[in-house]
């Protein structure tokens, strides 16, 4: 089956992706460390900016900012979830269906992932375009929506921090009201 994305160079996406059968392996420490190298090593080869991103134990969100003249995300996350699959311990591992093993694949991600190219201004870069604000938000905000944390400045695996040093986010945001999200923001 073809799947049609929407791919223009330069612009940022929102992502989504997953684990298999939503196993609740990726906050384990070592797979955090293993998220992070993986991250790093396609970086080195393949540029690209995190603009903001949220790991929880059965998924991640992402908006990234692709280079001027390059639209691949594909190939990137597809880099990044063979590095962590090749790594990743074997008891994080799901039970291999018999389409993945004939297909040589473990059992540690969906084979998809979700993304969103954001509409309004290229690469939000002002930070105040409404599309780039509202997955911003919403990553930040993941951790509360699930029950993990009370306030996003509780959930260690999250550019929020990053964003409260900079100035952009006060400490307490998100802590003291729930915040709804558009049904069309997220599509986890």
Known sequence: MQYRRAKTPGATYFFTVVTYNR?????????????????KYVMRQHHFKIDAIVILPDHIHALWTLPETDADFSTRWRLIKSYFSRQCHSQYQGKISTSRQHKGEKAIWQRRFWEHQVRDG???????????????????YNPVHHGL???????????????????????MWGASERLIFDSDIGME
Not at 132 to 138: A, D, S
Not at 149 to 171: L, T
């Open 122 to 140: 290229r690469q939000g870069r002002a930070y105040g375009d409404r599309d780039f604000v509202n997955h911003l938000e919403y990553i930040h």
């Open 23 to 39: 196993h609740r392996i990726l906050c384990e420490p070592e797979n955090v460390d293993l998220l992070r190298n993986a991250f």
């Open 149 to 171: 944390v009370n306030a996003p400045k509780d959930w260690q695996h999250s550019s929020f921090h990053r964003y409260v040093e900079e100035g952009i986010y006060d400490q």
